[in-house]
Nanobody, 115 residues
Framework: QVQLVESGGGLVQAGGSLRLSCAAS????????MEWYRQAPGKQRELVAR???????NYADSVKGRFTISRDNAKNTVYLQMDSVKPEDTAVYYC?????????WGQGTQVTVSS
């Protein structure tokens, strides 16, 4: 059984920073890519950032230059460093991992940015 545990969400003022973490545990077999999604109230879930097994990264246009995704393969953990946050970044953030056997979602962590 694979479990993803997210942490680091909370309340932050506009212009501030947060660092989200997502640690995978259990019977994990070769993680390929790792992603962060977010879902704001009344909106569809959207892809925020992706990092591949070769550490190639991609970002949504709305977060480019402000967010940084990284991974620690030894810890099966993916991070999302969020800088210069804006009120429109308010959402529940979910991590997602793709392995050779299955895909897994985290439970979500709330990020609220006050103006």
């Amino acid at each position: 059984q694979v479990q993803l545990v997210e942490s680091g969400g909370g309340l932050v003022q506009a212009g501030g920073s947060l660092r989200l973490s997502c640690a995978a545990s259990g019977s994990i077999f070769r993680i390929n890519f790792m992603e962060w999604y977010r879902q704001a109230p009344g909106k569809q879930r959207e892809l925020v950032a992706r990092i591949t097994s070769s550490t190639s990264t991609n970002y949504a246009d709305s977060v480019k230059g402000r967010f940084t995704i990284s991974r620690d393969n030894a810890k099966n953990t993916v991070y999302l460093q969020m800088d210069s946050v804006k009120p429109e970044d308010t959402a529940v953030y979910y991590c997602f991992i793709n392995t050779y056997r299955a895909n897994y979602w985290g439970q979500g962590t709330q990020v609220t940015v006050s103006s």
